[in-house]
Structures are given as structure tokens and as C-alpha cells.
């Protein structure tokens, strides 16, 4: 089913050209985060289907910066019953996580039963397509049919570094809405003619113009600095971040993170076609001090032979999802792959279409570089997943838990 989609404005938003965030900070995640949606009136949701959409992408427990505390999304089902909507939750994962398995890890699935919400298994039913007609990288998404059969969209993300966006918060969050395996196609787009931005940045901008929260709950308790989404570190701040307005919800994020939202930029993109606020000087934040609770997470690392000693990588424009497939193999397996080629340092990776010599020996890694695999040892796949490179280098049987499609 094709379809044209108008977002409904925010009743949340009082004043879209000056929107309202609010930030709290403690140690408790449940009221915590709870403080903060109080400061917001909820009571035009009575009656609404509520969808709250956390970060519950990956197999992870609460707590550990990966996926969103499910003692947040507890705080969001409670604020939104005690203000009279019909409550459910719901996400759909990266490709390779079994369904709902990821909200059962983190715990949502628990705290939404025991509350009566349903857990909704986004990927279930077949998407609708809607057209994106001011798209510039992209001209319709896959969009998973409950997050537009409902009448408002929470998003609940988790505060984190991104080695291909930045930073992955409110905005982003919403690319779990995106139905399946359609998520992978914005990190496998060609570049923009017209843009320096990456095409994965352009096409979040583009998915912002359907996708956009009616509030945001921005889950700071502990988040994750360095090689996010999945292979960075834990930053415990505390913080919990609300508004109507995700663009200033992110901006305030950015600033307690030690970043710029203008930095980032498919919040700069998305921002410029005002969708949304992130010039701090435009957004009241309360506390007008808040950024007292700011910390600078480590950025992800730029060069992998620093994150990964003894490996080098030749990137010669390759996608962001074989760019995934290699961090997070590189983090699961490194160790293993420094033992199989104990003799040469450093061991090299080559990923992109633009790969024109490589050295014998070369792991050589996505269907680009086949015309390399006579000198070379070839993992095919579109992008390949990290066992496969696992198994192309030690001839090791088929993983019985394999690693999912890393694309975020
Ligand atoms: S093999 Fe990798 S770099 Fe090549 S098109 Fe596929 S994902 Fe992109």
C-alpha cells in the first residue's frame, strides 16, 4: 500500500518557533525521567493510542548504554495512562534480531505487560510505503503500519555517539520505524549530487519529514560515548531530556554530550527545512543552567588502527553498512583475527566500490571487492556479516548465534 502521510503537529508544542525542553538529573531512572514529563501537560492524549518507541534495536540489558532503560519507557507508559491514553510499545530492530527478542532483553517488554500496554512487534504486518515528496536522497520509505495508525509518537532513545551520524538520539531514533530490512537502504544510497553531507544524513533529514515524534523522552542515564551505537562505552550522566520539539530535544542532548547540533548533520539538514529547533540561543530550556550537567563523551575514534592496534583498514568509498560490518566485527572478533595472521602487521582490511590494488593477503571484505579475491581472502555479502568474515578467515563452521546485520 502506497501512501501519502501528513504528520499531526505536536499538542505538546506550545510555541514551535521557541519550543520548551526540560532536563532533570538523579539517580533514578524511573523518577527522574518521570520529573521530566511532568513539566509537560499530557492531557491532550487522553483517549490517543500512544506508541512509545524506545532504542530496543540490539540484544542488550538495560543499563548498558545500547538500548534504551526500560525503567524510562516505565516512566513514559506511566505519564501517558495516568493522563488517559491507550498505551503501547514497540520497535523495530536491525535486521538479524529476532522480533520482539530485543525488547525482552532490555526489559521493556516486562515493564509494558505489567502496565497492560502492548508490545507490538513492528515488522510483524507488511509496511506501508509513503511517499516522501520533498525527499532528496530518498522519494518513499517502508514504514512499519502501527507507527502511523497511531495517534501519537513517543520516542524514547538512548543518549549516544554514532560512528556514522554523530550522535543517535530523538530524531534518529525514529529510523526503527522503518520497516525491516528497509533501515539497511539509507546506509547503501549513492552520494547527493549538491551535498557534502552524507547520503545517510540526507535521508534522515528526508525520513523526518513523515517520522518526527510528537515528544520526545531522551534516555541520559547512562548512554555511550566513543564507537557507538553498539561498540562504544557506557557514559553514566544521569540526565533525562523532554520537549515536543525532537530537533531541540536533540539540541540540548548534543550540548550535554559536549557536541554541537549544528555539527551534526542531518540535525542541521533536517533544522534548515524546519522540521524542527536546534539553535540553542531559540530553545527555553529549563534549567536555564542545565548545561552544569554536561560531560564530553568521547568522539568516535577516526582512525581504526588506533581503535583496533595492528589492523588497517582501506576504505575507498564504501558504504556505511560494510563500514558497520567491519567495526563491529573488528569488536567481536579482533583478537581472534590477530591470532590467525600472526606473521604480518598490520593485517589489511579493504572495504568500497573504489579499491583498485590490494596486497596478497588482503582481507577483502563486501561484494565491491571481488576483483580482488584471486589476491586476497574474499567475505561476500551486501554488506557481509561478521561471521562470515569469521568464517573466511579460519574456515570455521556456520556460527550458531551468529552476530545480526550490524547496519543502525
Ligand atoms: S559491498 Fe559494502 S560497500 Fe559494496 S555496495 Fe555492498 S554494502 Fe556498499
Not at 540526507?202 to 515528544?215: E, H, N, Y
Not at 598490520?346 to 590494488?357: N, T, Y
Request: hydrophobic share 45%; charged share 20%.
Amino acid at each position: 500500500m502506497t501512501a501519502r502521510f501528513s504528520l499531526l503537529p505536536s499538542p505538546f508544542l506550545d510555541d514551535p518557533g521557541r519550543p520548551r525542553v526540560v532536563v532533570t538529573q538523579g539517580e533514578d531512572p524511573y523518577a527522574t525521567a518521570l520529573a521530566a514529563l511532568a513539566a509537560f501537560d499530557l492531557g491532550p492524549a487522553r483517549g490517543c493510542r500512544v506508541l512509545i518507541k524506545p532504542n530496543a534495536g540490539r540484544v542488550a540489558p538495560s543499563g548498558s548504554g545500547i538500548v534504551t532503560d526500560c525503567r524510562v519507557v516505565a516512566a513514559a507508559c506511566d505519564a501517558f495512562l495516568a493522563a488517559g491514553a491507550r498505551v503501547s510499545v514497540g520497535d523495530s530492530p536491525i535486521v538479524g534480531v529476532r522480533r520482539t527478542e530485543a525488547l525482552e532483553a532490555s526489559g521493556v517488554a516486562a515493564v509494558a505487560q505489567a502496565r497492560g500496554c502492548p508490545v507490538l512487534d513492528l515488522d510483524a504486518r507488511r509496511y506501508v510505503e509513503v511517499m516522501l515528496p520533498e525527499g532528496v536522497a530518498l522519494d518513499r520509505l517502508r514504514v512499519c503500519p502501527e507507527v502511523l495508525e497511531h495517534d501519537l509518537v513517543v520516542s524514547v532513545p538512548v543518549m549516544k555517539t554514532h560512528m556514522h551520524t554523530g550522535v543517535t538520539l530523538a530524531v534518529k531514533n525514529m529510523k526503527g520505524a522503518l520497516w525491516r530490512r528497509s533501515k539497511v537502504e539509507l546506509h547503501m544510497l549513492p552520494p547527493v549530487p549538491g551535498h557534502t553531507e552524507r547520503s545517510l544524513d540526507v535521508a534522515i533529514a528526508d525520513m523526518s519529514a513523515v517520522l518526527r515524534p510528537q515528544l520526545s523522552l531522551m534516555d541520559g542515564g547512562v548512554g555511550m560515548e566513543g564507537l557507538g551505537p553498539s561498540a562504544g562505552t557506557a557514559r553514566s550522566l544521569g540526565v533525562f531530556v523532554a520537549g515536543a520539539d525532537a530537533y531541540a530535544v536533540d539540541a540540548v542532548a548534543c550540548r550535554l554530550m559536549g557536541r554541537q547540533a549544528e555539527a551534526i548533520a542531518h540535525l542541521r539538514l533536517g533544522a534548515a527545512r524546519g522540521y524542527g529547533v536546534i539553535d540553542l540561543g531559540r530553545i527555553r530550556v529549563a534549567p536555564a543552567d542545565f548545561a552544569r550537567f554536561a560531560a564530553d563523551f568521547a568522539p568516535v575514534p577516526e582512525n581504526l588502527a588506533v581503535a583496533f592496534p595492528g589492523v588497517k583498514v582501506l576504505d575507498e568509498a564504501s558504504c556505511s553498512a560494510c563500514q558497520s560490518t567491519l567495526m563491529l566485527f573488528l569488536r567481536r572478533y579482533g583478537k581472534e583475527l590477530v591470532e590467525y595472521f600472526p606473521d604480518r602487521r598490520p593485517i589489511i582490511v579493504a572495504i568500497g566500490k573504489g579499491i583498485e590494488h590490494v596486497h596478497p593477503g588482503t582481507l577483502c571484505i563486501g561484494n565491491c571487492t571481488r576483483m580482488h579475491r584471486a589476491n586476497g581472502i574474499f567475505v561476500s555479502g551486501c554488506p557481509p556479516v561478521g561471521s562470515s568474515i569469521l568464517r573466511a578467515v579460519t574456515g570455521a563452521p556456520e556460527d550458531p548465534d551468529p552476530d545480526p546485520d550490524p547496519v543502525p
